[in-house]
């Protein structure tokens, strides 16, 4: 065999898919639901009766998880739709930057530096004055489909 060395470019996932196939008809409300490649939590579910020419079908209202924009989708019950893999994790928060950016502290106990503040404007009043006051904050941040956003914040008491 050969003695060279192999080298491989590795990125940031191990190959995962973003989204799981799960069937329409079994998608219920408050679950998730990928509407026009966008993760979305389900908020209203309805399906019509099967028709002459089969299938019934599901109407799917969604919120967008991360923009808040409510899309609709019509699927027949029977076929696949895309899930979005949904995680929430809690970081302290260490410092705020300048340019808008947050350094979190990970469960590992290294840092996380590539969030910025969110766009939602009572998160982020409630983000910069818990700071300004020296507060122990805890962010929680909803990672789906490769996107990140900060979601919600717990004080966990002064520093």
């Known amino acids: 065999m050969s003695d060279e060395e192999h080298h491989f470019e590795s990125k940031a996932d191990a190959g995962a898919s973003k989204t799981y196939p799960q069937q329409a008809g079994t998608i219920r409300k408050n679950g998730y639901i990928v509407i ?25 209202v969604g919120i967008d998880i991360f ?14 739709c895309d899930v979005p893999h949904v995680t929430r994790t809690d970081y302290q928060l260490i410092d705020i930057a300048e ?31 818990g700071f300004a006051e020296g507060k122990d904050l805890v962010v929680s941040v909803m990672c789906a489909m490769g996107e990140e956003q900060i979601c919600a914040l717990k004080d966990i008491g002064p520093k």
Do not use: M, Y
């Open 99 to 129: 340019d808008g950016f947050l350094s979190l502290l990970t469960e590992s106990g290294g840092t996380k530096d590539d969030l910025k503040l969110p766009t939602d404007e009572t998160l982020l009043t409630q983000i910069k004055e």
């Open 67 to 80: 923009t808040a924009k409510k899309l609709e989708d019509i699927v027949p019950s029977s076929h696949n």
């Open 36 to 60: 026009k490649n966008r993760p979305c939590k389900v908020v209203e579910v309805s399906t019509s009766k099967t028709g002459k020419h089969g299938h019934a079908k599901c109407h799917f």
